[in-house]
């Protein structure tokens, strides 16, 4: 098994810019991964992927210097394991409230003696010669459970002490949502603030990274300046959606009503 480009970008000091793929196809995810992101994320939970496409995007990616990963639908042994099993690299998993959610979700994703993953990784194995990926898979596989809502952040300190997790991922939505707020990525309420620095903080002290979705560049960089150690730029769907409307208006405009 390959060295994890995302651990390699976290230990030069840098940040990590991670694209996230909605859509099922292999030819997006080609295109995609010939863009310069740092990781690739095929998105199981809200995006329209199911289990063959994940793994066509991951095929398509093969060969481009791109980190394979999936947000998983949820906490579950079973697709977690299959996830793995197919060649993920990393694994993003929504919801996790309690300090025992994080260590199921490390006890599913290792093998023993540090988990209860099954063995047969049948994609997987393939990354190296026959039986070397199961010697490092633990040690190489990154982990980041979702911070999203307000127990969440009250089992902060509880659930980056869990051992085995690489760091956290939050969820702006869901976070904001779960406070009354209404859902959207790039926040910029003083509270939802306040809990972004203490995430930051709490994930330094243990030498953990905390990565965060972001609507594009600008609040990339926003949050990468504030201390996350991985962003999400959007996802296909919303940079194709929103370049193709840019182009559009910028066609109407320009032709002087002869469009």
Known sequence: MATNNVKKVWASGKAVVNAWLAIP???????????????????MQHGVQDYLSMVQCFQAMNGHPVTPMVR??????????KVLDGGAYGVICPMINTPQEAKDLVQFAKYPPKGTRSNGPIRAGMYGSAGSYQQTANDEIVLLP?????TAVENMEAILDVEGIDGVYIGPSDLGFSYG????????EPEILKIYEKIIKECGKRGLNPGIHCSGAEGAVRAINM????VTLSNEV????TY???QVNQTRKDSAGKA
Do not use: Y
């Open 25 to 43: 196809s292999g030819f997006s995810a080609e295109v995609i991964a010939q863009c310069g992101f740092d990781s690739v994320t095929v998105d």
């Open 72 to 81: 998983v639908p949820w906490n579950e042994p079973g697709i977690i394991g």
């Open 146 to 150: 979702m911070m999203e809502t307000k």
């Open 181 to 188: 707020l209404v859902p959207k990525l790039d926040r910029d």
């Open 227 to 230: 201390g996350f150690k991985l």
């Open 238 to 241: 919303g940079l194709m959606s």
């Open 244 to 246: 193709a409307k840019m």
